[in-house]
């Protein structure tokens, strides 16, 4: 933090941590939180999901003589999505330099890798057949003289089964 001292009004949390974390990934990744958090309208809603900026490169200048060259954005990006921003590149590229305010970036680099924060879905467990259910499968599939074939297709008509909301009507 800046080492002042607040007092009175409350501060959003949000603030607290762009003082945080700026410095951090401006420092590691030449990236700064007002990138981060405004992505989603430099990119698109469509592309803000699928997404992320990773890092800006900058090109080593061996000295200070040496012209100002563009920096090279990195993207991780869903493989879904890869196809899009790669024919979207100009106009990202574009965008983020309006948004930076000068043409800072020349280039998009794009890496492929899980962008989706959280999480994965949790499986729901599948509902209990009832007697009559299974007893159904049983009898569809005895005519199966392979017990491994038969141990099979009764596994899968019971996921099948439970995965129905309701169970079905005992004369279907």
């Given at each position: 933090?800046?080492?002042k ?11 607290l ?13 030449g ?43 990195v993207?991780a ?45 949790q ?47 005992a004369?279907?």
């Amino acid at each position: 933090m800046t080492g002042k001292k607040r007092y009175g009004n409350p501060v959003p949390v949000s603030d607290l941590a762009t003082e945080l974390l700026d410095p951090v990934l401006r420092r590691r990744a030449g990236l700064s939180m007002d990138l981060v958090q405004s992505w989603p309208e430099i990119v698109g809603g469509r592309l803000a999901s699928s997404t992320r900026p990773e890092k800006v490169a900058w090109p080593r200048r061996l000295s200070e003589d040496d012209p100002f060259e563009p920096a090279t954005l990195v993207i991780a990006c869903e493989a879904a999505a890869a196809l899009h921003v790669q024919h979207e590149t100009t106009e990202i590229a574009a965008r983020a330099n309006a948004f930076l305010g000068f043409n800072a970036i020349g280039r998009i680099k794009i890496v492929q890798k899980p962008v989706a924060a959280g999480q994965p879905p949790q499986r729901t467990r599948p509902r209990p057949l009832s007697a009559s259910e299974q007893d159904r499968l049983k009898h569809l599939t005895s005519g199966i003289e392979s017990d491994s074939l038969r141990e099979s297709l009764e596994r899968l008509g019971a996921s099948v089964l439970a995965s129905r909301r309701k169970p079905p009507l005992a004369n279907s």
